[in-house]
């Protein structure tokens, strides 16, 4: 069962890219356009709802901070939470991620928690505590893959994960202290009042199939830009993006902007943690796993890289690989002589330990760097470390949820 998903998963992404040929291809884009219309108008009547008021959005009393996308995967969205959480801790904030955790799986038994008065908190109330900020307290079969790279990565962090943000947020600030809340992926849930929008426009796909969902990849239309406070223009080349921002002008005037690119740091073993520099890929044979939404961005960056790519193995996006499926890659990566097999850091975190490691595993670290708008990063920062007094958080607009 699990394999017929992951293949259906795959082939239904092959259907959006038009990567699928042949009449049932065909059938299913034309059926997946009609199915647009329809997505299109639920998300116009949703906004209108918040927009008019008919839908009641709650106030935690803090910042929150959503980093989201109008398009599905592939932007870099973690590598910008964890350096923006990062930056955010360093200048004092008491800063918790909340997440939905994508594709995690359900506790058999709630954490038990107490308030620091001592009184136990109902289960229902308990969202997943990935990390306290302290302490690691779940994996990422539980936690979901970016949950547990970041609470892994981020000392001093809380990581919190539940589909019901507003739930996660009122734990958060009551129990673990936190002043800023950052709502991973979370342009789209508007049932928590953000205090800032930071929405991610990958430079390579702006706006991915430049079609809605299911037909394509867009989750809401461009003109629904304008509920940006910032746009972040990622995976940048160092080339011109005059018309991509041109294009983002039409749909929002006053955002600010920052163009940055998501660059590999280091090698780093999966399993040892041993690193290593970029320089050791140069000239070697190497096999690549992933299961990215876009895997063959990770490929084409080994290869730059210098890497000899000669095996090549795409799974669908958070799929969890198994031991037998990994030594089964691995096995044919020593029969055709592969010096070492790479994988993503978001894959890293699900990589089963094989009964025998016959050749080393690494992960690329990526890391952001600010290309363009440095100052306005700055600006941001300050903006959410020194709120003004008497803060409230308030929509931007209440024209930005105009459908």
């Not at 394999?3 to 082939?11: A, G, M, S, V």
């Not at 008919?54 to 939470?81: C, D, F, H, M, S």
């Not at 800032?196 to 809401?220: H, Q, Y």
């Amino acid at each position: 069962m699990k394999e017929l998903i992951e293949e259906l998963e795959r082939w239904g992404a092959d259907v959006i890219f038009g990567r699928a040929k042949g009449f049932r291809a065909t059938l299913m884009r034309f059926l997946m356009r009609a199915l647009s219309g329809v997505f299109r108008a639920i998300v116009q009547i949703r906004l209108w709802r918040y927009r008019s008021g008919a839908r009641e959005q709650k106030y935690l009393g803090v910042q929150v901070v959503a980093i989201g996308n109008i398009t599905v995967g592939g932007t870099g969205k973690t590598p910008v939470v964890e350096l923006l959480a990062r930056t955010l801790r360093d200048r004092g904030r008491h800063v918790a991620i909340l997440s939905r955790g994508y594709k995690s799986k359900k506790l058999d038994h709630a954490q038990r928690w107490q308030t620091p008065q001592g009184q136990p908190i109902p289960s229902e109330r308990m969202p997943k505590v990935v990390s306290t900020g302290s302490a690691l307290l779940l994996d990422s079969k539980f936690a979901g893959d970016e949950p547990f790279m970041l609470a892994r990565n981020l000392d001093g962090v809380a990581v919190v994960v539940d589909k019901n943000r507003v739930k996660s947020g009122h734990f958060a600030v009551s129990q673990l202290a936190s002043d800023t809340l950052l709502l991973d992926d979370g342009m789209q849930y508007l049932d928590l009042a953000h205090s800032i929008d930071l929405v991610l426009i990958d430079a390579s796909s702006p706006f991915g199939t430049e079609a809605l969902l299911p037909r394509g990849t867009l989750r809401e239309p461009p003109k629904n830009l304008r509920r940006a406070s910032y746009i972040l223009i990622t995976k940048c080349t160092g080339s011109s993006n005059a018309d991509l921002i041109a294009r983002i002008r039409k749909y929002n005037r006053t955002a600010e902007i920052i163009e940055c690119t998501h660059g590999p740091i280091h090698l780093e073993n999966v399993f040892t943690r041993e690193r290593q520099p970029l320089e050791f890929l140069k000239d070697k044979w190497v096999g690549a796993i992933s299961a990215i939404a876009v895997p063959e961005a990770f490929e084409s960056s080994l290869e730059k890289l210098g890497a000899r790519v000669e095996i090549r193995r795409r799974f669908s996006d958070h799929y969890r690989f198994s031991r037998k499926e990994v030594e089964i890659f691995m096995q044919r990566c020593v029969e055709r002589d592969m010096e070492l097999i790479c994988t993503t850091e978001k894959d890293a975190v699900r990589f089963p330990h094989p009964t025998s490691v016959d050749v080393p595993v690494y992960f690329l670290r990526i890391e952001v760097e600010i290309l363009e708008g440095q100052e306005i990063w700055s600006d941001l920062i300050s903006r959410i470390c020194h709120p003004p007094p008497a803060f409230q958080p308030v929509l931007r607009h209440r024209d930005a949820y105009r459908a």
